[in-house]
T-cell receptor
């Protein structure tokens, strides 16, 4: 069964460093998403991406964050200068471009645990 | 303010009983509501989606109801098993006009005891 994959599974970085989290969405999916989950808290939307541009972003997704689809398979999240509060599990998700986001299931990856020291 | 609330932090039930989880929302008008399962350290896994014109949806031992007047969805697991132990999340698209995001509740942790 097709699945979303993410690398690395765990990333440790120093505050102020840049990190790139990588995702390979399901191959025939056209909508891509990043969410984060701080330990013990709810899953929070960061950004959605369609047709090589951001479709929607949250207030968390400020200028320190960027997303890119550098080739036909990868989808990346870059954090330019990490802060302690960026420590969280980051989930990539994808869905088919059927109708509205609420009307289709999203397939989540296993997540990347980011630890900022 | 806009909120999604799920009942209690943890629900403990005996194997074989029916688990009922609640999702209430305020100041949203979703056309759809989804339920996901999340195991510790893993990503959410989609379970069911229900539309505003559907009162009830079933899938095997799972049943979801959606009451847009009460602004509430109920999620039922019948004949529960220890393997059903997990956190269950409700999620919605905050606007029916096509915003591409899901807003999640904090989840209800379900523990099914043998």
């Amino acid at each position: 069964e097709p699945e979303v994959t993410q690398t690395p599974s765990h990333q440790v970085t120093q505050m102020g460093q840049e990190v790139i989290l990588r995702c390979v969405p399901i191959s025939n999916h056209l909508y891509f998403y990043w969410y984060r989950q701080i330990l013990g808290q709810k899953v929070e939307f960061l950004v959605s991406f369609y047709n090589n541009e951001i479709s929607e972003k949250s207030e968390i997704f400020d200028d320190q964050f960027s997303v890119e689809r550098p080739d036909g398979s990868n989808f990346t999240l870059k954090i330019r200068s990490t802060k302690l509060e960026d420590s969280a599990m980051y989930f990539c998700a994808s869905s088919e471009a059927l109708l509205l986001a609420g009307d289709q299931e999203q397939f989540f990856g296993p997540g990347t645990r980011l630890t900022v020291l | 303010s806009q909120k999604i609330e799920q009942n209690s932090e943890a629900l403990n039930i005996q194997e074989g009983k029916t688990a009922t989880l609640t999702c209430n929302y305020t100041n949203y008008s979703p056309a759809y509501l989804q339920w996901y399962r999340q195991d510790p350290g893993r990503g959410p896994v989609f379970l069911l989606l229900i539309r505003e014109n559907e009162k009830e949806k079933r899938k095997e031992r799972l049943k979801v109801t959606f009451d847009t007047t009460l602004k509430q969805s109920l999620f039922h697991i019948t004949a529960s098993q220890p393997a059903d132990s997990a956190t269950y999340l409700c999620a919605l698209d905050p606007f029916s006009g096509g915003y591409n995001k899901l807003i999640f509740g904090a989840g209800t942790r379900l523990a099914v005891h043998p």
